[in-house]
Every structure is written in structure tokens, then in C-alpha cells.
């Protein structure tokens, strides 16, 4: 374990012991969210690691992009996420607050992603393709998201927070985020991991409330650097008006607020 600087939140690679395939977006998860579901009717030859490259291709496009981006409980890819433990250590970072997940990092060898998406079309129309493809994927990790446990945005995205809800911002603005990519870059470094990248758009709540992804200028605050531009994301008719009044609060107009870059941090 290591300690954030104000010593409550305990920074670990996930084990495992918990594998988890939940997601952040709507706040921190209790040990009681992270019980495993049966495994009945489970392929059981899920549940045997180590896995032969030929079910990993088998698995893809039976499940798309939620192969790598789990938003609920799944046999299917709590399984998936052991096997990744297995062949390369981890693929996530969690920040534990006592019992409470209360952040998390995820991440995954840039070539393992490639190699899925020549079988999942799923996965290749994810928001996050356009970063996977845009550089070598030779002994890179691409950082698929990274979430702190205070609901942006409520279901369906699009809920403006409510700044009065002290729950909704306990777990900001503490830390929580450096420290676990700080941690994400000396484990990879460790392992000898050549580089880190991640698709990232301005610093707008929207933005990461969708992509969980975190802004430019945090990845810069890091080390990152501008590798190059990636096609903005397909925003939809219903979320351009919350990206427009978030852009016009933060003064920059509706075009510059779409933008995405690639960030890449060289080891």
C-alpha cells in the first residue's frame, strides 16, 4: 500500500483477490457492491488461467467494447480482468478509503487492444479507439480511464452536480487522481513499460463525466505531453448543449471545447 499525502487513501494495484467490473460514475463502491456474481452459466472456460490467445480472440466480439470498459457486474469480465492480472501483473490502480473504492485507473497493453479490435467492431467504434490506433503500440499501456468516486453526472450523464452536495465532492480535489497515475507511471516503469498514452479533451466536467478520462492540462501537470490531435468525440444532439454552457463558463468556444489530443509520457 502507499499513502497519499494525507494518509487516509491507500493506493494498491488490483489483485486478485477483488477483481472488480464496476465503474466510478456514480460514486465510490462499499465492499458490499464488490461481492462476485454466481458464475452460473459462466463458459467455464473462463475460469481457468492461463487463457490460450484463440479464446481471447474468441471472447472479443461477443463482448464489444465492454470487454475493456465494464460499467455493471459481469462473470464474463471480472474473467477477462483476471486473465489481464495474470499475463501482465494488473490492469487497474484502485485508491481504497477504508472499506470504499473512492478511485481507480485503468489500463491496458496497447498491442492486447489492437489485437482485440481486428475482432471486435464493438470495439473498434469505442470513444477511446482513435487514441488506441494513433501511435506504436510497442511496449506502450494506453490508460483507458481514471475516476474518482463523486458523481458528476447522475444517470444518464447530463445531470449538472449539485456544488451544494458535500457527498458528491468528497473525494476531489484531494489528490486522488495524481497519486494513482503517479503510482500507474512507477509501476510501469518498474515492469519496463516504455510508455503510458491516453486520449484526453479539455478539462470540463462533461468530458470526464462521458469519457472518465481526465483533462489535458491534468496530464500535462504530470509529465504528459501533446503527441498529436485525435478527431473530437461524437457528441450528441442532447449533450452539445451542456458542452457549450460548460465552455462558455470556462471561456473557450464550442469548436476549441471538442478538441482531443493524444498524451504520451515516455518512461
Not at 14 to 20: E, Q
Not at 37 to 56: A, E, K, Q
Not at 249 to 261: F, N, P, T, V, Y
Request: aromatic content about 8%; hydrophobic content about 40%.
Amino acid at each position: 500500500m502507499q499513502p497519499t499525502s494525507d494518509g487516509a487513501i491507500n493506493i494498491r494495484p488490483m489483485g486478485d483477490d477483488l477483481v472488480t467490473t464496476l465503474c466510478l460514475h456514480h460514486g465510490p463502491l462499499a465492499a458490499a457492491q464488490l461481492r462476485h456474481s454466481p458464475d452460473n452459466g459462466v463458459d467455464t472456460r473462463l475460469l481457468h488461467h492461463p487463457w490460450p490467445d484463440s479464446l481471447l480472440d474468441e471472447l472479443a466480439p461477443r463482448l464489444g467494447q465492454n470487454l475493456v470498459c465494464p460499467p455493471g457486474a459481469s462473470s464474463e469480465r471480472r474473467e477477462f480482468l483476471r486473465e489481464v492480472n495474470h499475463r501482465y501483473g494488473t490492469c487497474a490502480i484502485q485508491a481504497w478509503h477504508d472499506d470504499k473504492i473512492v478511485g481507480v485507473i485503468r489500463f491496458f497493453p496497447s498491442a492486447l487492444l489492437l489485437r482485440m479490435g481486428r475482432y471486435s467492431e464493438g470495439l473498434r467504434h469505442s470513444w477511446f479507439w482513435p487514441a488506441v490506433e494513433a501511435d506504436d503500440p510497442a511496449n506502450t499501456l494506453f490508460i483507458q480511464c481514471i475516476e474518482m468516486g463523486a458523481p458528476t453526472f447522475q444517470s444518464g450523464l447530463l445531470a449538472l452536480s449539485d456544488e451544494n452536495n458535500e457527498d458528491a465532492t468528497a473525494y476531489q480535489r484531494r489528490g486522488i487522481g495524481t497519486a494513482l497515475a503517479q503510482a500507474l507511471v512507477t509501476w510501469a516503469r518498474e515492469r519496463g513499460w516504455a510508455r503510458l498514452q491516453i486520449g484526453a479533451g479539455q478539462d470540463l466536467d462533461i468530458i470526464y463525466g462521458l469519457v472518465g478520462s481526465g483533462g489535458r492540462t491534468f496530464w500535462e501537470k504530470l509529465g504528459f505531453r501533446t503527441h498529436k490531435e485525435l478527431p473530437a468525440l461524437p457528441w450528441t444532439t442532447t449533450e452539445l448543449p451542456v458542452l457549450s454552457y460548460q465552455a462558455s463558463k470556462a471561456r473557450i468556444g464550442l469548436d476549441e471545447a471538442a478538441r482531443q489530443w493524444l498524451m504520451v509520457l515516455d518512461l
